[in-house]
C-alpha cells in the first residue's frame, strides 16, 4: 500500500491500535483521537481525502480555524501534538515520506503556576476525611509521596514494603521504589485493618472488593475537597504540594525527581520558577519528610 492509496479515515481507524502499542492509557487514545477525527473532518471540507494530499498550509489553516473558534494557545498546542503523533504513525508505516505537522510551529503560552496547598489547606482536608480510613488513606499517601492517582490506583498489597511503595510501570513511566514515611505507613495500616475481605489483590478496592477505579477516586478527592473548604483543587495538586514542599526544604533535586517518577529532571526544574528555595544544604537521604 502506498501513500496515494491510503485514505485519511482508514488511517484515523489504524491509528488508534498503534496508540494501544505505543502503551498509551485508554483518556490518552480518546483525546487523541478526537483531535485527529477534528482534522480530518476539516480537512474533507478543502477536498483532502487522503494522506499525501495535506500540506503544512493545509494544517497552519485548522490551527487558525481553532484559534478563531476561540480555542486557548494550550489546547491548540495539544492538538498539535495529537497531529504529530498522527503523522509519526503515518511514517512509521511508510504511508507518508514527508511529515508537514513537523513544520507548524507550537503557539507560545505560559504554563500556570502549579497550585500548591498551604500547610491549613492540607490539613483540613486531612481532618474532613479523617473518620473514612480509606478515604484518608488514599488522601495520604498521594500527599505523602506525591505518587499519581492512577499509581495509586494500581497499587497491589505486594506493593506496599517495609519502607517503601512499589509503582510498577504506568503509562510509559519506569517502575521505581518510592520511601513511605510514618504518616503515609500509619494511614496505610489503618486501612488495611478494615479493608473488605475479597480476593482481588488491589490495596484500594470498593465495599464490594471490587478495585477502586482512578474515576472513582477522583470524584471521591474532590468530595473531600469541598468538605475541607479547600478551593480551586484539583487532586494532581496533592502532587504539586508533595514536589514544592521538598524542594522548599533543600531535597536535592536528581533524588526527588527520581522518587516522582519524572523522565526528565528538567521537569523538577520547572518547579523552581515558583518556589522559593528555603537555605538549606540539599539532604541526600531517601527518607522523605513529612507534610
Not at 504518616?183 to 488491589?202: F, G, S
Not at 464490594?208 to 472513582?216: A, C, Q, W
Amino acid at each position: 500500500m502506498n501513500d496515494k492509496q491510503v485514505k485519511l479515515r482508514d488511517a484515523h481507524k489504524q491509528f488508534g491500535d498503534f496508540l494501544k502499542e505505543k502503551k498509551h492509557s485508554m483518556a490518552t487514545i480518546v483525546a487523541y483521537g478526537k483531535d485527529i477525527d477534528q482534522l480530518i473532518s476539516f480537512l474533507e471540507e478543502l477536498q483532502k481525502n487522503h494522506v499525501h494530499e495535506v500540506t503544512k498550509d493545509d494544517l497552519d489553516a485548522f490551527f487558525a480555524k481553532m484559534t478563531k473558534g476561540g480555542y486557548t494557545p494550550k489546547s491548540i498546542s495539544r492538538k498539535l501534538n495529537s497531529t504529530r503523533t498522527f503523522y509519526r504513525f503515518l511514517k512509521v508505516n511508510e504511508y507518508i515520506t514527508d511529515d508537514p505537522s513537523l513544520l507548524v510551529a507550537h503557539p507560545r503560552y505560559e504554563l500556570a503556576a502549579p497550585r500548591v496547598f498551604t500547610p491549613m489547606e492540607y490539613r483540613a482536608l486531612r481532618d474532613a476525611a479523617k473518620d473514612d480510613p480509606r478515604m484518608f488513606a488514599v488522601i495520604e499517601v498521594l500527599l505523602q509521596t506525591g505518587i499519581r492517582i492512577g499509581e495509586l490506583a494500581a497499587l497491589r498489597l505486594e506493593d506496599i514494603q517495609n519502607e517503601t511503595l512499589k509503582i510498577i510501570t504506568f503509562e510509559k513511566h519506569e517502575e521505581r521504589l518510592v520511601p513511605l514515611n510514618r504518616p503515609a505507613k500509619d494511614a496505610l495500616k489503618r486501612y488495611l485493618a478494615v479493608r473488605p475481605k475479597t480476593d482481588n489483590d488491589r490495596v484500594f478496592v470498593t465495599k464490594s472488593g471490587r478495585p477502586f477505579l482512578i474515576r472513582n477516586i477522583r470524584t471521591a478527592v474532590e468530595r473531600y475537597f469541598r468538605l475541607a473548604e479547600v478551593k480551586d483543587a484539583k487532586v494532581n495538586d496533592l502532587r504539586h504540594t508533595f514536589v514544592a514542599h521538598h524542594i522548599k526544604h533543600g531535597v536535592s533535586l536528581v533524588m526527588l525527581s527520581k522518587i516522582i517518577g519524572h523522565k526528565r529532571i528538567s521537569t523538577t526544574e520547572r518547579y523552581l520558577d515558583y518556589i522559593k528555595e528555603e537555605k538549606k544544604q540539599p539532604k541526600e537521604s531517601t527518607q522523605l519528610l513529612e507534610l
